[in-house]
């Protein structure tokens, strides 16, 4: 009888952590000089089997990426933001924090060996945001693409090179050639009619285009970046 009591209790209170975390949280993280604007949205996942979540920092160029390793325990909870501003010395940014009881969570943002404070409040319910899947690209648009651009006085050459990847949809390599080759990791390629998107999630970089008459005419996205690229088949 003792044990079925103590279980029921320890059942209460993981419920209760679990409404505490569940929602959307909003506020400010303050690194030096600086404060940035954090959307985090955290939801239990169907079935009880863990924890999925989404982070938004506007001023760096992230939308809806995808929270890994989510843990909670009691009032504490950690998680890391998958792909996005990982350090390749010190692996993903981490946030640790402590729900503070009147729906608010602050604590440590850590990312490539420094720390920050933020603090967050409870607006309303999780507005998770599921990564989307690359989709399979038309046969006109695989290939490699080529174009250029110029970025605080200096050039910047774009190589794009499009292939489908059976049915996990299309991959892309994407490598821009400035003072040095930057070879960026790309996670999801996606074709809506002659619309093409490119996403580098760890980079915070996006390109959008319109493929048509042989060129891809876009944009380069990277905070509050954006630059107009066009792309034109390699021979």
């Known amino acids: 009888m003792r044990v079925a009591f103590i279980l029921l209790l320890a059942s209460a209170f993981l419920s209760r952590a ?3 975390a569940a929602g959307r949280w909003e506020g400010m993280v303050q690194i030096p000089g600086r404060q940035l ?28 990426a995808p929270l890994s390793d989510i843990a909670l325990k009691g009032s ?11 350090d390749q010395r010190t692996g993903p940014a981490k946030f640790n924090a402590h729900f503070t009881g009147d729906g608010k969570l602050a604590g440590d943002f850590v990312q490539a060996g420094n720390t920050a ?27 490699e693409w080529k174009g250029g651009y110029e970025l605080f006085g200096y050039p910047r050459k774009v190589t794009i090179k499009l292939q489908n990847g ?18 960026l990791p790309v996670d999801r390629v996606m074709q809506q009619g002659e619309f093409v998107t490119i996403d580098s999630h760890e980079t915070g970089l996006s390109f959008e285009g319109r493929a048509r008459k042989g060129e891809i005419q876009g944009t380069i996205f990277q905070g509050p970046l954006e630059i107009p690229v066009t792309l034109r088949r390699s021979n």
């Open 166 to 183: 059976g049915p996990e949809g299309a991959t892309a390599e994407f490598v821009i050639v400035g003072r040095k080759e930057n070879k």
């Open 18 to 20: 679990d409404e505490n």
């Open 37 to 64: 604007m954090l959307v985090v949205d955290l939801a239990a996942e169907s079935g009880g089997g863990g924890w999925q979540g989404s982070i938004t920092i506007p001023e760096l160029g992230i939308k809806g």
């Open 117 to 143: 404070p933020f603090a967050l409040e409870k607006t309303g319910p999780p507005q998770v945001e599921i990564p989307r899947r690359s989709t399979v690209i038309a046969k006109e648009i695989e290939g």
């Open 76 to 86: 504490d909870i950690v998680f890391s933001i998958k792909g996005a501003l990982a």
